[in-house]
């Protein structure tokens, strides 16, 4: 078999533009994903907060795949092509395009549901437009036959590589969590429900969609705080389900609110938060519903009667009367809580709200 000879030598400014495009981009994405995996891992945003793009794409279904979160793909997969990057010749090159197509793949259509929901996160743009970026870099690079052969390349791109994950991570894990947000005057909806409490038990009420997955995290931690101080505490859910972008979250509010018309309100709530959201359909309902024996003829009925949707429209009004713009929302008392939290700044809220 004949030798095919050597590979076509590249024009050093293209190709040392290529590999340098490719290393920025690395890096660029490398920093936003370990970004964004900090405020998702952490009960509360430490980089993105304050109720914008970034806190609400965390409230929804494309926060997560099978219970990881998004922005670790992000970073593994960004690290992955770093790697390619480090090494030479035409495998290295391959791989690095084979993943870049991938990652540019994904990141057109998170992009998209962006553009969709008409809600945009600065560092997510960051590591989808360097996605692409990417891939622009790995196509020239593939072409042209290049790879980073300029004096320390692999120590200098592999130290560059591992200090933009480590860095943003190191600040993010062990940065305390940011204090309960400055609030205005407290609504009227909750100074009544306050004043409609009998002596010594604070008011708490959730303004909560199901769906959500930052809900359900801050319930987790919240429910056995709750039970310590049961008998103290009255809580008083308000449904707020986000249905454009958590489409099983009506179905949920409407059980929610079917159960406690039925006398297992509390009950109904844990086992909704408890069930994959998947499974939360009107279907998925009715089982939790003859699971908890609730009656199915009288819990049917309530689900489809008109006015336990009205009801629900009426607590999203009241939310959004009440200013709301994240969830979930808690007012404890007099104090207002937005996005996940952290429980222990709920237990104190609950301490300060009964003077103790």
């Known amino acids: 078999m004949p ?17 340098g495009f490719s290393a920025a981009a690395c890096l660029a994405g490398i920093v936003a994903s370990a970004l964004l995996l900090v405020d998702y891992v952490r009960p509360a945003a430490v980089f993105c907060g304050g109720g914008g793009g ?92 290049v790879d980073a052969t300029f004096r320390f390349a692999v120590p200098t791109l592999g130290g560059s590589f591992v200090l933009a994950a480590a860095i943003p991570m190191g600040v993010g894990f062990t940065r305390p969590l940011p204090p ?9 909806l909750v100074k009544r429900e306050i004043a409609s409490a009998p002596p010594g038990v604070v008011t708490v009420i959730d303004f909560v969609d199901f769906e959500c997955p930052f809900c359900r995290m801050t319930h987790e931690g919240f429910a056995p705080v709750l039970e310590r101080h049961k008998g103290r505490v009255r809580v008083i859910r ?31 709530a844990e086992a909704l938060f408890s069930t994959p959201p998947d499974d939360l359909t009107r279907e998925g ?9 609730l009656p199915p003829a009288e819990f049917r009925s309530c689900f489809d009667d008109p006015s336990t ?23 404890i008392g007099a104090e207002r809580f937005v996005g996940a939290q952290d429980p222990a700044h709920l237990e104190a809220a609950i301490r300060r709200a009964s003077g103790g």
């Open 3 to 19: 030798d095919p000879g050597p590979e076509p030598v590249a024009p050093q400014g293209r190709g040392h533009l290529s590999v």
């Open 54 to 145: 970034c806190e609400r794409l965390r409230s929804t279904t494309y926060a997560a795949v099978l219970g990881v979160p998004t922005p670790a793909f992000g970073l593994l997969g960004f690290c992955a092509v770093a790697v390619a990057l480090c090494f030479s010749g035409p495998r290295a090159r391959l791989v690095q395009l084979a993943l870049a197509a991938l990652g540019a793949v994904v990141a057109t259509f998170l992009l998209a549901v962006q553009l969709r929901l008409s809600v945009f996160c600065r560092y997510c743009l960051v590591a989808d437009i360097g996605c692409l970026v990417l891939l622009v870099g790995s196509v020239f690079r593939y072409r042209l036959g």
């Open 180 to 188: 309960p947000e400055a609030q205005g005057p407290v609504p009227e």
């Open 238 to 268: 308000k449904q707020v389900p986000l249905t454009r972008i958590h489409p099983r979250s009506m179905d949920a509010a409407l059980a929610a609110c079917c159960g406690e018309k039925l006398g297992k309100g509390a009950e109904m």
């Open 285 to 293: 309902c009715e089982k939790l519903a003859t699971k908890l024996s």
């Open 309 to 331: 949707r009205a009801r629900v429209d009426r607590e999203i009004a009241e939310f959004k009367e009440a200013g709301g713009r994240g969830l979930p929302t808690i007012w």
